[in-house]
C-alpha cells in the first residue's frame, strides 16, 4: 500500500465507526485483563457469556484467589483450555496482589511478567484500559496488513512495528479496533468479501474477490 493511500484508508475506517469498542465485556482494567487471558484461541462471545457469570460473584485478584482454582475453574470450564487459563489466572492474581496492591500495571514490562500475558495482551490492555496507542497483532490484523499491504511482515512483532511507523498518528489510538474489525466481518481468511469492502479502492489485495450470483 502506498504511503499516501494509508491516511484515506484509515479515514475510511474511521468514519463508519468513529469509536470503535472491543468487543469483549468489562468495567474494569482487571476485568478486561482477565477477559483477555481468557479469550486466547477462544471468541470473545464465548469468554463474555463466562465472564457474565464469573464477575458477578468475583471480579477483583483477591476474590478470584477466594474462589479457589477449582471454583474459578467451575466458571470457565466452557471456554478452550481453560484447565491452564485457570492457573495463569490464579497466579497472575497472585502476583497483582502481592507485587501491585491488588491493581493492574500500566507498563508493559509489568503485564508481560503476569503469567500468561504476552505482548498482545499486554497491548490490549494498554489500548483499551489505559489509551495508549498500542496495536495488538493477532490473527485478524496479521491477515489484514498483510493483504492490503498495509504492513506486510513475516512475524506479529514484524507487523507490529511497522503499524508502528506506517499508521498516521491521529489514528493510531483505534487503529488496532479499526483492522480488528474489518478483518472480523470482511478482510476474512478464506474468502475476503471485497464486494462490500469500503477501503477495497486502497488495498494492494488482488484479484478482489467477486460478489456472490444471486439466484
Known sequence: ?????????????QAANPAPATELEYTTPFELLAAVLLSAQATDVGVNKATRKLY??????QAILDLGLEGLEGYIKTIGLYRSKARHLMETCRMLVEQHGGEVPRS????EALPGVGRKTANVVLNVAFGEPTIAVDTHIFRVSNRTGLAPGK???AVELKLGKRVPAEYRLH?????ILHGRYVCVARKPRCWECAVAAWCDFKPKTPAPATK
Open 108 to 111: 508493559r514490562e509489568a503485564l
Open 175 to 179: 487503529a488496532h479496533h479499526w483492522l
Open 1 to 13: 500500500m502506498k504511503a499516501a493511500d494509508i491516511g484515506p484508508f484509515f479515514a475510511t475506517l
Open 155 to 157: 512475524t506479529p512483532l
Open 56 to 61: 458477578p460473584v468475583a471480579n477483583t485478584p
